[in-house]
């Protein structure tokens, strides 16, 4: 659900720049092309922390 375009938290930035959704789906996005992954890990409370996984180059 995080990653699907336009959504966006009950936690919504604060001040004059508010955001569209639409970020995390766009990195989700850019890093599947790269037959990688974006997910959401663990992370102490009020922090949010992503892992992209890429495939290493072949040599």
Do not use: N
Not at 13 to 21: D, M, Q
Not at 35 to 59: H, K, M
């Amino acid at each position: 659900m995080i990653f699907e375009p336009f959504y966006q938290g009950s936690h919504q930035r604060k001040g004059a720049v508010k955001g569209s959704g639409l970020g995390l789906s766009i990195a989700r996005d850019c890093v599947r092309q790269m037959q990688g992954e974006l997910s959401l890990v663990d992370a102490p409370a009020g922090q949010v922390c992503f892992r992209i996984t890429l495939p290493s180059a072949p040599e």
